[in-house]
């Protein structure tokens, strides 16, 4: 999926701490490669925690005036500067010129969503015809599922992941059974081999393959939320699709993580949301995407005035002209505060593109990779040491930023002491930790600091078993 690198980054860290003359593993190489980094700037546009506000910092382990270690970007992606800015332009609108607000200044409120929808367009690989912001990820999922989802007494399946998000699950679940559907018959779930936690691709093509008659939808997560496991979504668009799917994507973990090209792979809908690598606050505006192809023919389930052409929306006759495309799933007019955070996020990655981003993450994740490797590969460790295990892909087309370790010492110990001395990531059932070094706004003595926090994290750990 992507091209070719001229240089993996186990090797370009190797070769820089050559060039400095030092181990791989000193501070150097990290401040070496932040100089070279020519994104490093756009880390200024956001809020980063301090040591000392986070609630279960340990002030004796650290200091307290010290940025935190955030590498849960997935979860919450940081807080840009220019939110609070934006959104006292909306409030202060709104208190001078009240209802005028829909129609004047930078965002009016009835189109607010629709002057940043061209901001998203690298970020999906999508014109902007075929992208929408509105509602909540799940909601936006089910609204698909009902346009998408047309079981027939041949054709009634939903072919998904194993251990999809829940709230996936029970959208899938609960559409299923809106059809009168029996779940266990229609939910076909593929789980990865025994022994593996990651899902092939050629076990994925194989079930599309042989059951692909009975699958009305195949609904993948783009990116894993646990594993980190980046799907090839074009080879499984393509599968599906061969086999009469229709073929849909969760891009929660995808979206301003890895580069998407939606509409060059002839995806059929996708859904996001905007809160983890976006960037948009808790509860963040989602997005959704419906390809081109469909824009005449396949019509929105359910329908709001929001979905009627802007020209003629408010003669309010009561004639539908529905938009064609992605903008005719809109139901409600748009909620001017969640773009406005939205808004101050995306300016921010339209300071580079999204396959600059992907360059520097692949190196970032790579040297997190690398130093966890060399401090506590399974094989080097001394028995009694613990040690610590990557289950995301080491295959840097097959991942994004994120990592998720799994410790042969207790997880929730470890992940207590992480947290003491005020590294922000998250625990996981059953067993894995997850970090993602997010190269928006992380650096590489980020992942420099980390390291060290994690050995100390560890012998800590140790010592008190
Ligand atoms: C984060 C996430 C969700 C969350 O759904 P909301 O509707 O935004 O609360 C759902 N699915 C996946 C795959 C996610 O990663």
Redesign the pocket.
């Known amino acids: 999926m992507e091209s070719s690198l001229p240089e993996l980054p186990a090797d370009t860290v190797q070769r820089i701490a050559s060039e400095l003359r030092c181990h791989p593993t000193d501070e150097r190489v990290a401040l070496h490669l932040d100089e070279e980094d020519k994104l490093r700037h756009l880390r200024e546009y956001f809020y980063i925690p301090k040591m000392r506000d986070l609630p279960p910092i340990d002030l004796s382990l650290v200091n307290k005036d010290e940025n935190a270690i955030y590498f849960l970007g997935n979860s919450l992606g940081l807080q840009p500067k220019m939110v609070k800015t934006y959104l006292e332009e909306e409030l202060d609108k709104w208190a001078k010129i009240g209802a005028y607000g829909h129609e004047v200044g930078k965002r009016p409120w009835i189109t607010g969503d629709e002057k940043i929808t061209g901001l998203m367009t690298d970020i999906v690989g999508a014109n902007e015809e075929e992208i929408v912001l509105m509602n909540?990820?799940?909601?936006n999922l089910h609204l698909l599922l009902l346009t998408f989802f047309k079981p027939t007494p041949k054709r009634y399946k939903i072919l998904l992941e194993a251990k999809?998000?829940p709230?996936?699950h029970y959208a899938i679940e609960s559409q299923l059974q809106l059809h009168g559907l029996n779940v266990e018959k229609s939910m076909l779930i593929i789980k990865p081999r025994e022994g593996e936690e990651i899902l092939r691709t050629e076990d994925i093509l194989e079930v599309i393959e042989k059951e692909g008659d009975s699958i009305a939808v195949i609904l993948f997560?783009g990116v894993h939320?646990y594993t980190g496991q980046f799907f090839n979504i074009p080879a499984i668009t393509k599968a599906g699709q061969a086999k009469g799917c229709f073929v849909g994507f969760?891009l929660?973990?995808a979206v301003g993580n890895v580069e998407l090209h939606l509409h060059d792979w002839g995806v059929d809908f996708a859904c996001w949301?905007s809160?983890?690598y976006l960037n948009s606050g808790a509860g963040g505006l989602?997005g959704a995407f419906v390809h081109e192809k469909h824009a005449y023919t396949i019509k929105p389930a359910l329908v709001g005035w929001f979905g009627h052409e802007l020209s003629t929306r408010f003669k309010m006759d009561n004639k539908l002209q529905l938009i064609p495309g992605a903008s005719g799933f809109r139901i409600s007019n748009p909620p001017i505060f969640l773009v406005c955070s939205l808004h101050a996020s995306l300016e921010v990655f339209k300071q580079t593109t999204m396959k600059a981003l992907r360059r520097k993450s692949i190196l970032l994740t790579g040297y997190l990779e690398y130093m966890i490797k060399h401090y506590y590969n399974k094989d080097k460790a001394e028995s009694k040491k613990p040690h610590v295990n990557i289950i995301t892909p080491s295959n840097i087309e097959d991942r994004g930023c994120q990592l998720t370790l799994t410790f042969s010492a207790p997880m929730k110990y470890i992940f207590k002491e992480l947290e003491k001395r005020g590294v922000v990531c998250d625990k996981r059932e059953p067993n894995g930790i997850r970090v993602a070094p997010v190269p928006l706004y992380n650096s590489f003595h980020d992942v420099y600091k980390f390291v060290t926090l994690l050995i100390s994290a560890l012998d800590s750990a140790e010592a008190k078993s």
């Open positions: 909540g990820l799940t909601v999809a998000f709230s996936d997560t939320f969760d929660a973990h949301c809160y983890k989602a």
